[in-house]
């Protein structure tokens, strides 16, 4: 699986869009870009995920850039609830493996 | 629908002693897979099963080991204990089908060893 690079932590006012980036510059052509959080104490929460083209729930937005190396996880209207480390991770999907490689990923801090 | 389901939520062990930890995955969720987590090396991967047959493994001794059952249930067992196991253990369920890999996961079990 790809490495993914993220800074170690950011945070941004409440009701305000956070912007969380990862950079994957070498990630593969059947590599998704899955998006996790986990909240203190609570098991990691699936976010999203997409192969090329932006991606939307009622979550977040996925932006991936056109090369693939970069992409943005998009939090319209961040809450305090928000409040988590989200870790950026690049995998085949599906197949015979369903292993998630986590790095330390990013610390956001919503602020009132 | 309920989500995955781990028991016990909590445990506390002595040196020496093994332990059994319970998955119930999400109804019609064929992939369980096992993470540890710890303060020092976070989030690692320990066992996926799917179709009661262990189809990917970390990096851990073998004194770590799983199983699942035909209604896709899992267990881990860790035997011989050592203060070092201390951690969240937790739980991901998902389809295991091509492009629905998705995981989903419990809350976890929080193991202290002392």
């Known amino acids: 699986d790809a490495k993914t690079t993220q800074p170690p932590s950011m945070d941004c006012a409440e009701g305000r869009a956070a912007n969380l980036p990862c950079n994957h510059s070498?990630?593969?052509?059947?590599?998704?870009v899955y998006w996790y959080r986990q909240i203190h104490s609570q098991g990691p929460q699936y976010i999203i995920h997409?192969?090329?083209n932006n991606e939307t729930n009622e979550m977040a937005s996925l932006i991936i850039t056109e090369d693939r190396k970069s992409s943005t996880l998009i939090l319209p209207h961040a809450t305090l609830r928000d409040t988590a480390v989200y870790y950026c991770i690049v995998r085949v999907a599906g197949g015979a493996n369903s292993k998630l490689t986590f790095g330390k990923g990013i610390t956001l801090s919503v602020r009132p | 629908k309920a989500g995955v389901t781990q028991t016990p939520r909590y445990l506390i062990k002595t040196r020496g002693q093994q332990v059994t930890l319970s998955c119930s995955p999400i109804s019609g969720h064929r992939s369980v897979s096992w993470y540890q987590q710890t303060p020092g090396q976070g989030l690692q991967f320990l066992f996926e099963?799917?179709?009661?047959?262990?189809?990917n493994k970390g990096n851990f001794p073998g004194r770590f080991s799983g199983r699942q059952f035909s209604n896709s249930r899992s267990e881990m067992n860790v035997s011989t204990l050592e203060l070092g196991d201390s951690a969240l253990y937790l739980c991901?369920?998902?389809?295991?089908?091509?492009?629905?890999?998705?995981?989903?996961f419990g809350q976890g079990t929080r193991l202290t060893v002392v």
């Open positions: 991901a369920s998902s389809l295991g089908q091509f492009n629905r890999a998705e995981a989903f």
């Open positions: 099963y799917f179709s009661e047959t262990q189809r």
């Open positions: 997409g192969l090329k």
């Open positions: 070498t990630i593969s052509g059947n590599e998704y």
